[in-house]
């Protein structure tokens, strides 16, 4: 079946630091690929997704590449500030209505 | 405003007694699903909805009922609460092929 998998945290940065949150995936076709952010007391929200191989998401200065020889959708932002604190979700979409999550990696950014 | 909205926010109750949480959208999405988020282990759907009628078993539907007389509505019922079902619920909505929009999730605990 399907699986993603993505690092651990909680990952600690000071503002202004290079985030990256790595996701592995395995899936049989060619599903499409999210990161999800949960701000505290709320629910998911989309961030970012890309629907095949080489496509790159990008929102609030967030990327993501979809790349298939690696089975990998890291996370990446430039400079983060601390509104960034959050839960980071990876998933995968394949042909069923049945989405994949990823265990979460929470980000605390401090001043 | 385009929402999800569920109801009750936090519950408490005790196992046995039967329950029903609440999930409702403006948006007029025909996909509509429930989710359980435990620590450590992402988001599991447990059922989903392609329209009316139409209800179909995700990865964790032991112990949950759902049904969709309504296009906005989705209620999720819990006929015999368990301690094991302890955890943060989550509804979400969808047009075909869109995005998910998540509502803002239930914390339930069953002593």
């Known amino acids: 079946g399907n699986s993603v998998t993505q690092m651990e945290g909680p990952v600690t940065l000071s503002e202004e630091a290079f985030l990256t949150i790595n996701c592995t995936y395995t899936?049989?076709?060619?599903?499409?690929l999210f990161w999800y952010v949960q701000y505290p007391g709320e629910g998911l929200q989309l961030l970012l997704k890309?629907?095949?191989?080489?496509d790159k998401g990008s929102n609030k200065g967030f990327e993501a590449t979809y790349r298939k020889e690696t089975t990998s959708f890291h996370l990446e932002k430039g400079s983060v500030q601390v509104s960034d604190s959050a839960v980071y979700f990876c998933?995968?979409?394949?042909?069923?209505?049945?989405?994949?999550f990823g265990r979460g990696t929470s980000l605390i950014v401090h001043p | 405003e385009a929402q999800v909205t569920q109801n009750p926010r936090y519950l408490i109750t005790v196992t046995g007694k039967k329950l029903t949480v609440t999930c409702s959208q403006n948006?007029?999405?025909?996909?509509m699903s429930w989710y359980r988020q435990d620590p450590g282990l992402g988001l599991r759907q447990i059922y989903y909805?392609?329209?009316?009628?139409?209800?179909d078993k995700g990865d964790v539907p032991e112990g949950y009922k759902v049904s969709r007389k309504e296009k906005r509505n989705f209620p999720l019922i819990l006929e015999s609460p368990s301690p094991n079902q302890t955890s943060l619920y989550f509804c979400?909505?969808?047009?075909?092929?869109?995005?998910?929009?998540f509502g803002p999730g239930t914390r339930l605990l069953v002593l």
């Open positions: 998933a995968l979409e394949g042909g069923s209505y049945i989405p994949t």
């Open positions: 899936a049989t076709g060619y599903p499409s």
């Open positions: 890309a629907t095949k191989a080489d």
């Open positions: 948006m007029n999405h025909e996909y």
């Open positions: 909805s392609m329209n009316v009628e139409v209800t």
């Open positions: 979400a909505s969808r047009r075909q092929g869109g995005i998910q929009y």
